[in-house]
């Protein structure tokens, strides 16, 4: 294929050079998110281990939601872990 007589005018653009920023998360996330996670799991096991418990007996299946939104929080944490 032959080459075009004209050659180019304008530099090609190149951007500027950013300094790259490490970003680190905060020193509580990670254990906070762990932390949720076994308490839903401990929640949920709880309930079905011994349902008649004092506390966790009354709520009866509000228990598995309160279990999975531990353990959501925990998924939500980690998203925002780096």
Same mark, same amino acid.
């Given at each position: 294929?032959? *080459?075009? *007589?004209?050659? &180019? !005018? !304008?530099?090609?653009?190149? +951007?500027?050079? !950013?300094?790259?920023?490490? !970003?680190?998360s905060? &020193? %509580? @996330?990670? +254990?906070?998110?762990?932390?949720? %996670? /076994?308490? $839903? =799991? @401990? %929640? /949920?096991?709880?309930?079905?281990?011994?349902p008649?418990? +004092?506390?966790? $007996? +009354? @709520?009866?299946? %509000?228990?598995?939601? =309160? $279990?999975?939104?531990?353990?959501?929080? $925990?998924?939500?944490?980690?998203? &925002?872990? &780096?």
């Open positions: 294929m032959p *080459k075009p *007589k004209t050659t &180019r !005018k !304008k530099a090609v653009y190149t +951007p500027p050079a !950013k300094a790259q920023t490490v !970003k680190v905060p &020193r %509580w @996330l990670a +254990p906070t998110m762990v932390v949720a %996670w /076994i308490i $839903g =799991i @401990l %929640w /949920i096991a709880v309930y079905y281990v011994a008649s418990t +004092p506390f966790i $007996g +009354p @709520l009866g299946n %509000w228990n598995l939601l =309160i $279990g999975f939104v531990f353990i959501i929080f $925990g998924v939500v944490l980690s998203t &925002r872990w &780096r």
